[in-house]
């Protein structure tokens, strides 16, 4: 016999918030951002801001798969691909702040979009922790933005 499952459990909570961040960041389908949404209404709030964590954490998390895709583009032998890959190499050489840059604007924005930017920046190789550190900080950002839309349309509407 299974146990019975408590819908309520802050466990719970967190691995859904969790699976669903990864999920919805794995396949990039731009809803990201209804689930921070509804996460923010989400009482206690104490509660919320765990599962906003746990939420973007898995989100950066499956961005870094989209990076590690990127770092394959050296075995890319096609000529147009290898064309663009080696101009865009050059072009941010030249220009070391577009790239941090550029995926700071794609976390927070998401313009260009947020996976796209990420393969960029394993094409370009950049540094992995820095990679981390941008999009946890732009994606908690934008998530936490988000997340309070239920609360200030409770002040705006009460």
């Known amino acids: 016999m299974l146990p ?59 961005k870094w798969v989209w990076y590690w895709v990127g770092t394959a583009a050296g ?30 604007a794609g976390a927070v924005a998401s313009l260009p979009p947020f996976h796209l930017t990420a393969i960029a920046a394993g094409i370009l190789r950049m540094p992995l922790r820095q990679f981390l550190l941008i999009c946890f900080a732009g994606r908690l950002l934008r998530f936490g933005l988000l997340a309070s839309v239920p609360a200030l349309a409770r002040l705006w509407f009460d």
Do not use: N
């Open 4 to 62: 019975e499952l408590d819908l309520g459990s802050t466990p719970l909570a967190l691995g859904s918030a969790a699976l669903a961040g990864f999920a919805v960041g794995i396949v990039p389908v731009g809803v990201a951002e209804v689930f921070a949404i509804a996460i923010g209404a989400v009482v206690p709030r104490s509660l919320a801001v765990a599962m906003l964590l746990c939420f973007t954490l898995a989100h950066v998390a499956s």
């Open 75 to 104: 075995r890319i032998s096609h000529p147009l691909p290898r064309r663009m890959i080696d101009r865009t190499r050059v072009f941010l050489d030249a220009r070391p702040g577009y790239g941090p840059a550029t995926l700071a």
